[in-house]
Protein backbone atom coordinates (compact mmCIF):
# COMPACT_ATOMS: atom_id res chain seq x y z
CA UNK A 1 0.00 0.00 0.00
CA UNK A 2 0.94 3.49 -0.56
CA UNK A 3 0.63 6.04 1.58
CA UNK A 4 -1.71 9.26 0.96
CA UNK A 5 -1.96 12.10 2.60
CA UNK A 6 -5.46 14.14 1.40
CA UNK A 7 -4.82 17.20 3.37
CA UNK A 8 -5.82 20.57 2.06
CA UNK A 9 -2.35 21.41 1.80
CA UNK A 10 -1.65 18.68 -0.76
CA UNK A 11 -5.23 18.47 -2.19
CA UNK A 12 -5.23 20.98 -3.79
CA UNK A 13 -8.05 20.33 -6.27
CA UNK A 14 -10.41 18.75 -3.91
CA UNK A 15 -12.66 21.44 -3.18
CA UNK A 16 -12.89 21.71 -7.33
CA UNK A 17 -13.63 18.13 -7.39
CA UNK A 18 -15.93 17.78 -4.60
CA UNK A 19 -18.17 20.41 -6.93
CA UNK A 20 -17.64 18.88 -10.05
CA UNK A 21 -18.16 15.12 -9.00
CA UNK A 22 -20.80 16.13 -6.19
CA UNK A 23 -19.20 14.04 -3.42
CA UNK A 24 -17.75 15.16 -0.55
CA UNK A 25 -14.07 15.32 0.41
CA UNK A 26 -14.42 12.04 2.88
CA UNK A 27 -15.76 10.00 -0.14
CA UNK A 28 -13.33 10.79 -2.65
CA UNK A 29 -10.93 9.95 -0.44
CA UNK A 30 -13.02 6.53 0.55
CA UNK A 31 -12.99 5.81 -3.02
CA UNK A 32 -9.82 6.58 -4.18
CA UNK A 33 -8.24 4.95 -1.10
CA UNK A 34 -10.45 1.45 -1.45
CA UNK A 35 -9.55 0.56 -5.31
CA UNK A 36 -6.39 -1.68 -6.46
CA UNK A 37 -4.78 0.05 -9.23
CA UNK A 38 -3.45 -1.76 -12.25
CA UNK A 39 -0.21 0.13 -13.32
CA UNK A 40 -0.71 0.54 -16.92
CA UNK A 41 2.76 2.08 -17.96
CA UNK A 42 4.99 4.48 -17.08
CA UNK A 43 5.35 7.43 -18.48
CA UNK A 44 5.56 11.34 -18.91
CA UNK A 45 8.18 11.41 -16.67
CA UNK A 46 10.51 8.68 -15.38
CA UNK A 47 8.66 6.51 -13.25
CA UNK A 48 5.11 8.01 -13.67
CA UNK A 49 2.61 5.74 -13.16
CA UNK A 50 -0.39 5.66 -15.34
CA UNK A 51 -3.21 3.87 -12.46
CA UNK A 52 -6.12 1.96 -14.56
CA UNK A 53 -9.14 1.16 -12.47
CA UNK A 54 -10.11 4.54 -10.93
CA UNK A 55 -13.71 4.37 -10.08
CA UNK A 56 -16.23 6.12 -12.54
CA UNK A 57 -17.04 8.26 -9.62
CA UNK A 58 -13.89 10.06 -9.69
CA UNK A 59 -13.69 10.32 -13.51
CA UNK A 60 -12.61 13.67 -14.07
CA UNK A 61 -11.12 15.97 -16.99
CA UNK A 62 -7.87 17.12 -16.58
CA UNK A 63 -7.19 20.96 -15.96
CA UNK A 64 -7.55 23.06 -19.13
CA UNK A 65 -4.48 24.54 -18.61
CA UNK A 66 -1.83 22.90 -16.41
CA UNK A 67 0.09 24.54 -13.90
CA UNK A 68 4.19 25.01 -14.19
CA UNK A 69 4.95 23.25 -10.72
CA UNK A 70 3.13 19.99 -9.24
CA UNK A 71 4.95 18.91 -6.30
CA UNK A 72 6.72 15.63 -5.89
CA UNK A 73 4.84 12.72 -4.77
CA UNK A 74 1.72 14.71 -6.20
CA UNK A 75 -1.10 12.27 -6.74
CA UNK A 76 -3.73 13.18 -9.36
CA UNK A 77 -6.78 12.10 -11.26
CA UNK A 78 -6.50 13.07 -15.10
CA UNK A 79 -9.41 11.71 -16.93
CA UNK A 80 -10.51 8.20 -16.18
CA UNK A 81 -6.85 7.29 -14.65
CA UNK A 82 -4.80 8.49 -11.20
CA UNK A 83 -1.55 9.00 -11.06
CA UNK A 84 1.42 10.46 -9.14
CA UNK A 85 4.40 13.00 -10.42
CA UNK A 86 7.73 11.23 -9.24
CA UNK A 87 9.64 14.94 -9.37
CA UNK A 88 8.53 18.53 -9.48
CA UNK A 89 7.24 19.03 -12.87
CA UNK A 90 4.24 20.84 -14.60
CA UNK A 91 1.19 19.00 -15.11
CA UNK A 92 -2.61 19.50 -15.67
CA UNK A 93 -4.18 16.60 -13.56
CA UNK A 94 -6.29 17.32 -10.70
CA UNK A 95 -4.15 17.14 -7.44
CA UNK A 96 -6.21 15.20 -4.58
CA UNK A 97 -3.04 14.53 -2.36
CA UNK A 98 0.45 13.70 -1.96
CA UNK A 99 2.95 10.05 -1.42
CA UNK A 100 5.71 10.63 0.57
CA UNK A 101 7.06 7.45 -1.19
CA UNK A 102 10.20 7.63 -3.85
CA UNK A 103 8.86 6.15 -7.35
CA UNK A 104 12.27 7.17 -9.04
CA UNK A 105 15.48 7.59 -8.19
CA UNK A 106 18.75 6.05 -7.84
CA UNK A 107 18.16 5.53 -3.74
CA UNK A 108 15.85 2.60 -5.59
CA UNK A 109 17.01 -1.37 -6.28
CA UNK A 110 15.15 -1.32 -9.72
CA UNK A 111 15.15 2.99 -10.28
CA UNK A 112 11.74 3.07 -10.30
CA UNK A 113 9.64 1.49 -7.21
CA UNK A 114 6.99 0.22 -9.63
CA UNK A 115 6.37 -1.48 -13.14
CA UNK A 116 3.68 -2.16 -15.30
CA UNK A 117 1.19 -5.02 -14.63
CA UNK A 118 2.12 -4.25 -10.63
CA UNK A 119 -0.93 -3.45 -8.60
CA UNK A 120 -1.34 -1.39 -5.92
CA UNK A 121 -3.59 0.21 -3.48
CA UNK A 122 -3.48 3.77 -1.79
CA UNK A 123 -3.44 4.34 2.08
CA UNK A 124 -4.86 7.16 3.82
CA UNK A 125 -2.80 8.86 6.22
CA UNK A 126 -2.92 12.11 8.53
CA UNK A 127 -0.64 14.95 7.73
CA UNK A 128 1.41 13.88 11.02
CA UNK A 129 1.48 10.20 9.85
CA UNK A 130 2.69 11.95 6.34
CA UNK A 131 5.83 13.90 7.73
CA UNK A 132 7.07 10.83 9.62
CA UNK A 133 6.84 8.56 6.68
CA UNK A 134 8.44 11.69 4.46
CA UNK A 135 11.53 11.17 7.43
CA UNK A 136 11.57 7.84 7.30
CA UNK A 137 11.97 7.63 3.81
CA UNK A 138 14.71 10.66 3.89
CA UNK A 139 17.02 8.38 6.57
CA UNK A 140 16.35 5.44 4.67
CA UNK A 141 14.22 3.70 7.63
CA UNK A 142 10.97 3.26 6.19
CA UNK A 143 9.67 0.13 5.46
CA UNK A 144 7.18 -0.26 2.49
CA UNK A 145 3.79 -2.63 3.14
CA UNK A 146 3.78 -4.12 -0.12
CA UNK A 147 0.99 -5.96 0.68
CA UNK A 148 -0.53 -4.35 -2.70
CA UNK A 149 2.39 -3.30 -4.03
CA UNK A 150 2.96 -6.18 -5.99
CA UNK A 151 3.31 -7.82 -9.52
CA UNK A 152 -0.17 -9.38 -10.65
Same mark, same amino acid.
Given at each position: ?17 ? /? ?48 ? @?? /? ?25 ? $? ?6 ? $? $? ?6 ? @?????? &?? &????? /? ?9 ? $? ?6 ? @? ?5
Amino acid at each position: MLPVCYDGQFGIDMPYLS /EALHLDKSEIIRLHSSTEYLVCFLGFLPGFPYLENLPKQLHCPRKKTPRP @KI /EKGAVGIGGSQTGIYPQESPGGWQIIG $NCPIDLFG $N $NLKEKALL @KSTDIL &QF &QSVTL /EEYHTIKSKVE $NGTYKLNT @KLVAAS
